[in-house]
């Protein structure tokens, strides 16, 4: 039997499912497998979903469960997509009166289906929404836009707004997430847009895809200018591999290029960008500002009264714009939960060498509010991972492997600490992507440095973002670093970073000797290879103390810890899937990169 709920059209057998897993055929009937089930419902702030043009600063309730009808490589929600049948364990039972109840009670303004795909449980989004809209609620969901004809028919009238995320405009780009077609989605996007739902687009810019996005862009400006474009700057998970991830900067000269196509582009997945701004496509004026807000997300700081300019331009923005925005706790709202969930999978997959898929028992712990909600504090320090070290190993069954992880990290702790104990300590900006991003002074990112005998100046800034703030330049400039370390996560090659300073007129003693270096992916933070650069600071910092030999320290941690030799490993920016440090590595004339043994 068909299935017509999206253009894969799968033909189901009694009792089987379809690609996404996520429907069965039971009696010649097509149901869900998990019906009106969530992994996620939690409160979230709209320019997290992300969605900029509809209700700035809006609060939300957040529904999420698991599964797509794509299998995108790198995708960002791998972590709720491939181990379907472990994870659905998880999914909780709440029928839609309680789950509009429950946005009542939190003061949400709307309901939003998003980090997995709301295809997969079309009928129980369906009845959600419904009864949303008629408890006045506002409606949308972030999607692939993959739907049939008929299946966006039955959905358009409960919707109010729509992120659809693209992953190009070719059939290629399509084919690689085991889809198609490209067609249906820009098909659709044109019904939502003529039916009067709010669309935003999001596409995925891959090195080398430039002439791909600006394509998008023209069939978007087809349909309607007023569409604002989300340009996702690739950050690869999984098995995708580094070489496909652009730098920020050429991201930014991508979205320039773009604005002489549509008027409202933006860029994530780019701490400190200066293309997260709305602003007049008359005179230039800001009329939105807004910093990185976590992966996928972005937060509003200045909005114009009636998102109108003072030359008289109004920015085609729906709904009211409210006068404070909500914070989401810990790594609750967004697409941050999945990264709490990779988190966990980064050290369980440590204590099992990979062998095997999580137990039964595992993934509905972890997926608690409270577990998720709590793990943000418990990672911002060394002894904090630890004790998460051991609590994982209890729950998945590998309590002796995980003292052997614990040990083996404590054992090299203490050989830096001893090491760089009396040795002045150098004055340490922790950046990530750009300059002017610093991360919080809480961040575990800060302790390692703290630890490997740094000075991080990073603790003089008082506020606060998800991971960090925007500063100015003065600030900067007050800072006055003399080493700078680039987060291993959202990066930037040391000679972008420079080029950066450069064009920003940015004034450091780390600047003006080239003292800059970029980590690899997963040695600062979310996975227990954060030993590995604890000790690559530390060579940095105090190379008088500090000679520790990289490669066979890699070498030891992988063949212990992943059951494989670190040269087998597709580089990635994944905290669970080792990737092989060697292209993390970022050397370059003059900067320099992270070099084993190298002085700073």
Same mark, same amino acid.
């Given at each position: 039997?068909?299935c017509?709920?999206?253009?894969?059209?799968?033909?189901?057998?009694?009792?089987?499912?379809?690609?996404?897993?996520?429907?069965?055929?039971?009696?010649?009937?097509?149901?869900?497998?998990?019906?009106?089930?969530?992994?996620?419902?939690m409160?979230?702030?709209?320019?997290?979903?992300?969605?900029?043009?509809?209700?700035?600063?809006?609060?939300?309730?957040?529904?999420?469960?698991?599964?797509?009808?794509?299998?995108?490589?790198?995708?960002?929600?791998?972590v709720?997509?491939?181990?379907?049948? =472990?994870?659905?364990?998880?999914?909780?039972?709440?029928?839609?009166?309680?789950?509009?109840?429950?946005?009542k009670?939190?003061?949400?303004?709307?309901?939003?289906?998003?980090?997995?795909?709301?295809?997969?449980?079309?009928?129980?989004?369906?009845?959600?929404?419904?009864?949303?809209?008629?408890?006045?609620?506002t409606?949308?969901?972030?999607?692939?836009?993959?739907?049939?004809?008929?299946?966006?028919?039955?959905?358009?009238?409960?919707?109010?707004?729509?992120?659809?995320?693209?992953?190009?405009?070719?059939?290629?780009?399509?084919?690689?997430?085991?889809?198609?077609?490209?067609?249906?989605?820009?098909?659709?996007?044109?019904?939502?847009?003529?039916?009067?739902?709010?669309?935003?687009?999001?596409?995925?810019?891959?090195?080398?895809?430039?002439?791909?996005?600006?394509?998008?862009?023209?069939?978007?400006?087809?349909?309607?200018?007023?569409?604002? /474009?989300?340009?996702?700057?690739?950050?690869?998970?999984?098995?995708?591999?580094?070489?496909?991830?652009?730098?920020?900067?050429?991201?930014?000269?991508?979205?320039?290029?773009?604005?002489?196509?549509?008027p409202?582009?933006?860029?994530?997945?780019?701490?400190?960008?200066?293309c997260?701004?709305?602003?007049?496509?008359?005179?230039?004026?800001?009329?939105?500002a807004?910093?990185?807000?976590?992966?996928?997300?972005a937060?509003?700081?200045?909005?114009?009264?009636?998102?109108?300019?003072?030359?008289?331009?109004?920015?085609?923005?729906?709904?009211e714009?409210?006068?404070?925005?909500?914070?989401?706790?810990?790594? /609750? =709202?967004?697409?941050?939960?999945?990264?709490?969930?990779?988190?966990?999978?980064?050290? @369980?997959?440590?204590?099992?060498?990979?062998?095997?898929?999580?137990?039964?028992?595992?993934?509905?712990?972890?997926?608690?509010?409270?577990?998720?909600?709590g793990?943000?504090?418990?990672?911002?320090?060394?002894?904090?991972?630890?004790? /998460?070290?051991?609590?994982?190993?209890?729950?998945?069954?590998?309590?002796?492997?995980?003292?052997?992880l614990?040990?083996?990290?404590?054992?090299?702790?203490?050989?830096?600490?001893?090491?760089?104990?009396?040795?002045?300590?150098?004055?340490?900006?922790?950046?990530?992507?750009?300059?002017?991003?610093?991360?919080?002074?809480?961040?575990?990112?800060?302790?390692?440095?703290?630890?490997?005998?740094?000075?991080?100046?990073?603790?003089?800034?008082?506020?606060?973002?998800?991971?960090?703030?925007?500063?100015?330049?003065?600030?900067?400039?007050?800072?006055?670093?003399?080493?700078?370390?680039?987060?291993?996560? /959202?990066?930037?090659?040391?000679?972008?970073?420079?080029?950066?300073?450069?064009?920003?007129?940015?004034?450091?003693?780390?600047?003006? @000797?080239?003292?800059?270096?970029?980590?690899?992916?997963?040695?600062?933070?979310?996975?227990?290879?954060?030993?590995?650069?604890?000790?690559?600071i530390?060579?940095?910092?105090?190379?008088?103390?500090?000679?520790?030999?990289l490669?066979?320290?890699?070498?030891?941690?992988?063949?212990?810890?992943?059951?494989r030799?670190?040269?087998?490993?597709?580089?990635?920016?994944?905290?669970?899937?080792?990737?092989?440090?060697?292209?993390?590595?970022?050397?370059?004339?003059?900067?320099?990169?992270?070099?084993?043994?190298?002085?700073?």
């Amino acid at each position: 039997m068909k299935c017509t709920i999206c253009e894969h059209r799968c033909t189901i057998t009694e009792g089987g499912t379809g690609i996404c897993r996520m429907y069965t055929n039971t009696g010649g009937v097509i149901h869900e497998k998990y019906p009106d089930s969530y992994l996620t419902v939690m409160p979230v702030s709209i320019e997290t979903i992300p969605l900029l043009h509809f209700a700035p600063r809006a609060k939300l309730l957040q529904v999420s469960s698991v599964g797509c009808t794509f299998s995108c490589p790198g995708c960002v929600s791998g972590v709720l997509i491939g181990d379907i049948e =472990g994870m659905a364990h998880a999914l909780k039972t709440i029928p839609p009166p309680a789950v509009v109840a429950r946005a009542k009670d939190e003061g949400c303004s709307g309901i939003v289906f998003c980090l997995n795909e709301p295809a997969v449980a079309l009928p129980s989004f369906i009845r959600l929404a419904r009864e949303a809209k008629g408890a006045g609620l506002t409606t949308g969901c972030s999607t692939n836009g993959y739907f049939t004809s008929e299946a966006l028919e039955e959905l358009v009238p409960f919707l109010d707004f729509v992120n659809i995320g693209l992953k190009g405009i070719s059939d290629n780009r399509y084919l690689a997430c085991r889809a198609a077609h490209a067609a249906p989605v820009f098909r659709n996007i044109r019904t939502l847009a003529e039916a009067g739902v709010h669309v935003e687009a999001s596409v995925m810019y891959l090195k080398g895809g430039e002439d791909e996005v600006l394509e998008v862009a023209r069939h978007l400006a087809a349909i309607s200018p007023d569409i604002p /474009l989300q340009v996702m700057r690739f950050v690869p998970f999984g098995d995708a591999g580094l070489s496909e991830e652009p730098t920020i900067l050429e991201s930014e000269r991508l979205c320039d290029a773009l604005h002489d196509i549509l008027p409202y582009v933006y860029l994530f997945n780019s701490p400190g960008t200066r293309c997260l701004d709305t602003v007049c496509p008359s005179c230039g004026e800001t009329i939105f500002a807004r910093e990185f807000y976590g992966p996928m997300g972005a937060r509003t700081l200045r909005a114009r009264n009636g998102a109108r300019c003072s030359c008289g331009v109004s920015v085609p923005v729906i709904g009211e714009i409210s006068a404070v925005g909500f914070d989401e706790p810990g790594m /609750l =709202g967004g697409y941050r939960p999945t990264r709490a969930l990779e988190m966990a999978e980064a050290i @369980r997959v440590c204590l099992v060498s990979g062998e095997s898929p999580a137990p039964p028992g595992f993934w509905p712990g972890i997926a608690k509010e409270e577990f998720i909600g709590g793990l943000h504090d418990r990672i911002q320090t060394i002894d904090g991972y630890l004790g /998460l070290i051991e609590d994982i190993g209890v729950r998945c069954g590998r309590s002796k492997e995980a003292a052997a992880l614990h040990d083996y990290i404590s054992g090299r702790i203490e050989t830096v600490r001893s090491s760089v104990c009396d040795n002045p300590r150098p004055r340490v900006y922790y950046s990530m992507g750009t300059p002017l991003f610093a991360l919080n002074a809480g961040r575990f990112e800060v302790c390692l440095a703290e630890t490997a005998g740094g000075e991080v100046v990073n603790r003089q800034i008082v506020r606060k973002g998800k991971p960090g703030v925007n500063l100015s330049v003065d600030e900067f400039s007050a800072l006055n670093p003399s080493i700078i370390i680039i987060s291993g996560f /959202l990066s930037a090659p040391p000679e972008d970073y420079l080029c950066t300073c450069s064009e920003l007129g940015l004034r450091a003693e780390a600047v003006s @000797r080239g003292a800059v270096y970029a980590l690899p992916p997963g040695w600062d933070f979310g996975s227990p290879r954060f030993v590995l650069g604890l000790m690559a600071i530390a060579n940095i910092l105090h190379p008088d103390r500090c000679s520790f030999d990289l490669d066979a320290e890699t070498a030891l941690f992988y063949r212990r810890f992943y059951d494989r030799d670190p040269e087998t490993a597709r580089p990635n920016r994944s905290f669970c899937m080792p990737g092989s440090p060697a292209s993390g590595l970022q050397p370059s004339d003059p900067v320099g990169g992270l070099k084993n043994n190298e002085p700073g």
